[in-house]
C-alpha cells in the first residue's frame, strides 16, 4: 500500500535534476526557462532538487567526453529506481556540432540509457516540459 502511494507521488510530482555535460549553455537557459512564472512547471509539481539521491529524473545536457562521463554515471548510479533520464539538444542526442571533436564521446545514450529525446538547438522549453510529462509515462505504469 505505502509503494503504491510512493509511485503515484512519483508520477504526479517529479522531482528532477538538471546536469550539464558541458554544452554551450543555450539548453540550460531554457531548463531553467521552465521554472520561471512563464512556464512555471512547479504547477504541474516539479521540484528542482540538487542532490541525486533525491531525483527522480534526470535532465541532461551538452556533449559527453570522457572526463565527464564518469560523473554523469556516477550521479545516474547514485539515483534511486525507477529513473527516467532525459537527453536535452542536439549535443546531448547526439554531440551535436561537436561530434567530430577529439574529445567528444558523442551523445548521453553513449554512457547511460536515455528515456526521452528532446531535440533542438537549443530545445525549447514547451519541448523540454513536453519531453518530463513524457518521461512521467514510465512511473505512470508502476500503478498497479
Known sequence: MFKKF???SRAKSPW??????GSCNGCDIEVLACL???YDVERFGVINVGNPKHADVL????TVNPRNAKVLRNIYD????PKGVIAIGACGLSGGIF????????G???VIPVDV???????KPEAIIDGVVTALAKFEGLKG
Not at 528532477?16 to 555535460?21: A, K, L, P, Q, Y
Not at 547514485?78 to 529506481?81: A, K, N, T, V
Open 59 to 62: 535532465l541532461v545536457t551538452g
Open 36 to 38: 520561471t512564472p512563464m
Open 108 to 110: 548521453i545514450d553513449k
Open 117 to 123: 529525446y528532446v531535440p533542438g538547438c537549443p530545445a
Open 99 to 106: 561530434r567530430e571533436c577529439y574529445n567528444v564521446i558523442g
Open 16 to 21: 528532477i535534476m538538471h546536469f550539464d555535460c
Open 6 to 8: 510512493i509511485d503515484n
Open 78 to 81: 547514485q539515483m534511486p529506481d
